[in-house]
Nanobody, 124 residues
Framework: QVRLEESGGGLVEAGGSLRLSCVSS????????MAWFREDPGKEREFVSAIRATGGRTYYSDSVKGRFTITRGDTTNSVFLQMNSLKPEDTAVYYC?????????????????WGQGTQVTVSS
């Protein structure tokens, strides 16, 4: 059974930092592209960042580029999202996603597996 479990969310003031973690089980982690998406109530799920299994290439949405960093730990079956200079508009539930050689890394429809999400709230 595949499981993705996020942690690290919380309440932080604008300008602060958080580090999200996602631990996977039930998949051969080193073969999976990993991503973070976020969702605010009333809005569509939004791409945040992705990292390829092969080569480790990373991708970011324009809204987080330069502030967020995605990394993966293949020995711990984990993916991380370091979030710096947080803004109130970063407030959302953040989801970890996994897919083996995802076709469109920015499109949530192409990811097979999802975590339950972790809430990030940034106060102004």
């Amino acid at each position: 059974q595949v499981r993705l479990e996020e942690s690290g969310g919380g309440l932080v003031e604008a300008g602060g930092s958080l580090r999200l973690s996602c631990v996977s089980s039930g998949i051969t982690f080193g073969r999976y592209d990993m991503a973070w998406f976020r969702e605010d109530p009333g809005k569509e799920r939004e791409f945040v960042s992705a990292i390829r299994a092969t080569g480790g290439r990373t991708y970011y949405s324009d809204s987080v580029k330069g502030r967020f960093t995605i990394t993966r730990g293949d020995t711990t079956n984990s993916v991380f999202l370091q979030m710096n200079s947080l803004k109130p508009e970063d407030t959302a539930v953040y989801y970890c996603a996994a897919d083996e050689r995802v076709h469109q890394y920015y499109n949530s429809r192409f990811y097979d597996f999802w975590g339950q999400g972790t809430q990030v709230t940034v106060s102004s």
